[in-house]
């Protein structure tokens, strides 16, 4: 039996090496062994507690997803896909010089991975930048831009809160100054109520990017009011005394119409201001002045001006009344009512009349508004004093004293009565 074995040793190994590489040769045509590419495999952080638990944040600078070379047979490399394979590294293992940590890749598909015989990639550490954790509070404004539709204007504006708190690397938390939302209004006609992102930025006005740090809100509710507007009048009557001799020439408002907002239910119900003649109370002028009224102090809440200022300015126009002396001519006073048969003449040559008012009228008076007369009913025969009507215009000026003219009356009449009696009784 051993001979039979033996017998031609050589020859039979050799018979089993050649049936080994003839195997090997139709198994490598029939199931060549063939190199794969896969991308796209992101890469696990572990253990990444052993950082944060110390209060340290971190960013991946590089090796966050990669690319693998598989070597696999054919009829398993060519169903193998990026979510057959794990990749992971470990930050518990991270190398304090470098920051880095390496890449562990693994095939978890159970039927290919036995049949797999190399997985590789180009990139084999994960890359981090390492900071402290840092928190900040910060303030949030609000921008409101452009102009609302014709006939609106923007009106009052909030946001539900005007702080955010931040959490992330101390590099870029320290970086931010401020936040601040911004919204146009531009041609609007409806009020403003929703969610708004603020823009972080650093103290040379550069936007920060926050893609990497935490918010506590990452929108506020912003609400801004956009009203209809409309023009009313604004009426005034001061209520204005003067002192002795001065006299009020009126008033001029520095407006008569001003542009409101409101609700359009409130200003339907609104054509005019009528301020109160309390607005303006002023005892013994002597001099103009000009008196200031807000006008918001006389509108309802749920108005506003928005035409420009609320300040009405009333001036109130005083001049002091002056005395002027005008001097008449006796052939300037009319004789009125003397009986028949009867003449009369003025003895003197003129008279010197006293008129009291404001400069203005001075400058153009005309004596013929005077209209000097006498009125001689009843007078008999005889010499008088007369006095002279004159007519007072009140409301432009008036006569500071009477004036009298001597007339002479002379011519028969049919009273019975002596010249001495009637100029008795006269006098």
Known sequence: MKKIIFNNIGLKILALLLAILVWWIVMNIDDPLVKKTISGIAVELRNDDDLTDKGYIYEVDSGSVISITVWAPESVAKDLKASDFIAYADLSQLSPLTDTANITIECVKSDAKSDIKEISSKVQVVKLSIDNKETAEIPVTVNITGTPAENYVRGDYSISQNKIDI????????????????????????????????????????????????????????????????????????????????????????????????????????????????????????????CTVNLTNYLKASYTIVSGTSELVVHIDVEPLLVESYTIRRNGIMINN????????????????????????????????????????????????????????????????????KVVITGDTEETQTETESSTRKR
């Open 167 to 290: 959490t992330g690397a101390a590099s870029v938390i320290e970086k931010i100054v401020r936040a601040e939302i911004r919204y146009d209004v531009s041609n609007m006609m409806q009020s403003v109520n929703e969610m708004v992102a603020p823009t972080f930025y650093d103290e040379d006005g550069n936007v920060v990017d926050t893609s990497t740090i935490q918010l506590s809100r990452n929108s506020l509710r912003l609400s801004v009011a956009i009203n209809p507007t409309k023009w009313v009048s604004v009426t005034i009557n001061p209520t204005v005394t003067t002192a002795d001799d001065y006299k009020l020439m009126g008033y001029t408002q520095s407006f008569d119409q001003v542009k409101i907002a409101g609700t359009s239910e409130s200003l339907a119900n609104i054509t005019s201001i009528d301020l109160p003649s309390d607005a303006i109370e002023l005892e013994d002028v002597s001099e103009s002045q000009d």
């Open 338 to 405: 003397l009986g028949d048969g009867l003449e009369a003449q003025i003895e003197d040559s003129s008279i010197s009349v006293k008129v009291k008012a404001v400069k203005e009228v001075h400058d153009s008076f005309n004596l013929d508004v005077l209209n000097p007369n006498i009125d001689l009913k009843d007078y008999e025969p005889g010499e008088y004093e007369v006095p002279v009507i004159m007519s007072e215009d009140t409301n432009n000026y008036s006569l500071v004293e009477q004036v009298s003219v």
